[in-house]
C-alpha cells in the first residue's frame, strides 16, 4: 500500500432494494459486522433509501452517500436532488461520473465537473469515477481517457480539494460483466491517475484513496487486495448480497492486520 488510512469499500446498490429489502439487509449486516476498525464502508443506496438507510445505521461507524446529484441549488429541475437534499438525509458522499450516468444519462465531463464543483462547495465528498471503454482499451487509449475525464472533470477544481475526494477506477468492460481487469491493468491504471493528479499539482498523491470497481466479488477480492496501488473497492452487483458483502470486507480487513 502506498498509504496508511484504511481500505474504503463503496457499495453501489444503483438502481436496487425497496425499504422492506433494506432493512432485512441492515439488520443481518448490523448482526455480522459491527467490529471492522480498520475499514471504511460506505453505502450508496438509491435516493429513497437515503435518510432511512442512515438512520438504520446511526449507531454504527458505516456512512452513506448518494449515486448522483444536480448542481443547482433548488428550482424546477423534475427528478434530480441537490446536494443539500443529499446531507439533510445524513449523507457525506456522493458518486460522480459512474459510466452509467455517462453512457446511459449523458453525462459529459462538463456536467461532472460542475456536479464536483457543488458537492465541494456543500461540504460533501465526491467519489469520482473513471474508466476506459472496451474499444479505447484494445486501441491504446486507456491513459489518454483517464487523463481527459480527469483534466476536465476537475477543470478549475483547488488541488486542496482535490486531495480531499475519492477516485475510482471503473474499466466500463469489467462493469457488471463478471469480468474483472487483470491486476497488472489496474496497477497501471491507478498509477496513471496518481501521474496526471501529480501534474495538476495535487500535493501528496501517494494518500488519495482510488478503490477499483468492476466485478469485485469475495471469490477474487483477495488477487485485489495484493495491488499496490488499490486502497479499497467500488462494489456493484456483489454488495447487494449481505454475505458476500462481508465476505469482501472481512477480507481486507484480514489484508490490513498484515
Ligand atoms: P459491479 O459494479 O461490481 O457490479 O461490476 C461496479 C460499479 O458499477 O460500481
Not at 439487509?25 to 459491527?34: A, C, M, S
Amino acid at each position: 500500500m502506498t498509504m496508511k488510512t484504511p481500505y474504503i469499500i463503496a457499495a453501489n446498490w444503483k438502481m436496487n432494494k425497496t425499504n422492506v429489502e433494506c432493512k432485512i439487509f441492515v439488520d443481518k449486516f448490523k448482526k455480522l459486522l459491527l467490529n471492522i476498525p480498520r475499514s471504511k464502508v460506505i453505502f450508496c443506496p438509491p435516493f429513497t433509501l437515503l435518510y432511512y438507510m442512515k438512520t438504520l445505521l446511526a449507531d454504527t461507524p458505516f456512512e452513506c452517500g448518494a449515486q448522483n446529484m444536480y448542481w443547482e441549488d433548488h428550482g424546477a429541475f423534475t427528478g434530480e436532488i441537490s446536494a443539500d437534499m443529499i446531507s439533510a438525509c445524513g449523507a457525506q458522499y456522493v458518486i460522480i461520473g459512474h459510466s452509467e450516468r455517462r453512457q446511459l444519462f449523458g453525462d459529459t465531463d462538463e456536467f461532472i465537473n460542475q456536479r464536483i464543483s457543488k458537492a465541494l462547495l456543500k461540504g460533501l465528498t465526491p467519489i469520482i469515477c473513471i474508466g476506459e471503454t472496451l474499444e479505447q482499451r484494445n486501441s491504446g487509449q486507456t491513459v489518454h481517457v483517464l487523463q481527459t475525464q480527469l483534466q476536465q472533470g476537475l477543470n478549475e477544481i483547488k488541488s486542496d480539494d482535490i486531495s480531499q475526494m475519492i477516485f475510482a477506477y471503473e474499466p466500463v468492460w469489467a462493469i457488471g460483466t463478471g469480468v474483472r481487469a487483470e491486476p497488472y491493468m489496474i496497477q497501471e491504471a491507478h498509477e496513471s491517475v496518481r501521474n496526471v493528479l501529480d501534474n495538476m499539482g495535487v500535493a501528496n498523491v501517494g494518500v488519495i484513496p482510488i478503490l477499483y470497481g468492476g466485478s469485485v466479488k469475495s471469490n477474487n477480492v483477495k488477487k485485489l487486495l495484493e495491488i499496490n496501488d488499490v486502497n479499497g473497492f467500488l462494489i456493484g452487483g456483489a454488495s447487494l448480497d449481505v454475505d458476500e458483502l462481508i465476505s469482501i470486507i472481512r477480507q481486507t480487513e484480514l489484508k490490513e492486520k498484515e
